[in-house]
C-alpha cells in the first residue's frame, strides 16, 4: 500500500482531534490539525459579519485548499483534522444561509471553490464522524474553551443538518461513517483498532461506495 491521505470531517464537538491522533499513532501516519490562520479579516468579520463574511470566507478557502495541496505533495501517510470541504460546505453556507453573504457573493465563492476542488486531488478516504446534538453540547461544555462559550444549540442544530446534507451528496471518495455519540477514542483502544483496520480495507480497495459502522456502545 502507498502513501494514503485520510480526512477525518464532523461538527464542533464531535472528537476529530481525538480519533486523528489516535488513529495516526495506531497506523503510524502523520497526524495534521486544523491550522490556525491569522485571517486579516477576522477582527473586523466579528465587528461587522454582513460588511466581512464574503472576504473572510475567500481568504480561509485559499488557505485551506493550500495546506490541502501541501498535504498531497507530503511523502508519508497523513490523516486529517477537518477536511477542506467544511468551510465551504458547511460554515460559509451557515452564513449565507443566515443572511450574512449575499447570494451574489455567494455564486463568486461557490465558483471559487468548485474550481479549486476540480484541480485537488480528494483524500483516499473521508471518515465522517456523526453525533447527536445534545451530545455535542455536553462535550462542549465539559471541555470548556473560552471561544466555544457562546455556542448554541440552534447553531450546532444548523451545522449537523448540513453536514447531513453534504455527506448525503460528497462523492468524491469513500466515506466511512461512524455513529460517535458514545465513542471514547480517548481511552477505548478495541475501537481505534476497529475504525484502523476498516480505514486499511476501504484504502485498500479505493471502492468509491459508503460504509457505516454499526452504532455499538464502546463504553
Avoid at 451557515?94 to 485537488?120: C, H, P
Avoid at 462542549?140 to 451545522?159: V, W
Wanted: charged share 25%; aromatic share 12%.
Amino acid at each position: 500500500m502507498g502513501k494514503q491521505f485520510i480526512a477525518v470531517a464532523g461538527n464542533i464537538g464531535a472528537g476529530k482531534s481525538t480519533l486523528v491522533t489516535r488513529l495516526s499513532q495506531r497506523l503510524r501516519w502523520k497526524p495534521y490539525f486544523e491550522p490556525v490562520a491569522e485571517n486579516p479579516y477576522l477582527a473586523d468579520f466579528y465587528a461587522d459579519m454582513k460588511r466581512w463574511a464574503f472576504e473572510s470566507q475567500v481568504f480561509f478557502l485559499s488557505y485551506r485548499m493550500q495546506s490541502h495541496n501541501e498535504l498531497l505533495r507530503v511523502p508519508s501517510s497523513v490523516v486529517q483534522d477537518r477536511s477542506v470541504y467544511e468551510d465551504a460546505e458547511i460554515f460559509a453556507t451557515n452564513l449565507y444561509n443566515q443572511g450574512n453573504i449575499s447570494e451574489r457573493d455567494f455564486k463568486t465563492y461557490r465558483n471559487l471553490y468548485e474550481l479549486f476542488v476540480a484541480l485537488l486531488d480528494p483524500p483516499d478516504l473521508l471518515i465522517y464522524l456523526r453525533v447527536p446534538v445534545d451530545v455535542l453540547m455536553e462535550r462542549i461544555k465539559t471541555r470548556g474553551r473560552e471561544f466555544e462559550s457562546g455556542i448554541t444549540t440552534e447553531y450546532l442544530l444548523h451545522l449537523n443538518d448540513l453536514y447531513e446534507k453534504w455527506i448525503d451528496s460528497f462523492t468524491l471518495c469513500p466515506i466511512l461513517t461512524v455513529p460517535a455519540a458514545r465513542m471514547d477514542f480517548a481511552s477505548v483502544d478495541s475501537l481505534v483498532e476497529v475504525i484502523a483496520g476498516e480505514v486499511r480495507r476501504i484504502t485498500d480497495g479505493k471502492q468509491r461506495v459508503l460504509f457505516e459502522l454499526e452504532d455499538l456502545d464502546w463504553s
